[in-house]
């Protein structure tokens, strides 16, 4: 026996219902072993909505989830967890072909466990803004001064910015929320 990771088609926003659900079946069934993991991948992004800078959990894969599931020496995964999961309430099916769910590949199921722990560290910044794009700086000593994108840092959530200060072009960094598209 050999555990292998499946993808599950959920009703979208009813992917961490599903998996809740999912999880206290498996719990009253006492089948943990057979379903170890479910995993709904998303990661944390800091967005600007009225003003205030706010960390947001946004699904990777909306209207998926991922199950570790135990299969047979077939790759088949039993029949009573094969009805576990399709008898929730916004499951839907597991990937695959021909009635027969695919498991998914090692190197996919490394990239989505990399994905999900790289989510839990430090929120990404939702920035919208290009190289060359045209802002203006809309707070901070700089208000109302206008000049291009030179560069994007998604890391540290700051633009990189060519302003026109006193008639010479100036390099200065801000926060991606302290500016706005022309």
Known sequence: MAKKWFVLRVQSNKEDKVKGDLEKRIKIQGIEDLLPRIL?????????????????????????????????????????????IRDVPGAGDLIGGDN???????SEV???LQEVERGEEKPKSNIEFLIGDRVRVKEGPFENFEGVV????????????MLTIFGRPTPVELEYWQVEAL
């Open 40 to 84: 709904v991948p998303s990661e944390k992004v800091s967005e600007i909505k009225g003003g205030k800078k706010k960390v947001a959990e946004k699904k990777i894969y909306p209207g998926y989830i991922m199950a570790e599931i135990e299969v047979d020496e077939k790759g088949a995964i039993p029949e009573n967890v094969w009805y576990l």
């Open 100 to 106: 027969r769910p695919i498991a998914m590949e090692n």
């Open 110 to 112: 490394e990239k989505l």
């Open 150 to 161: 030179e560069e994007v840092l998604p890391t540290s959530g700051c633009l990189k910015l």
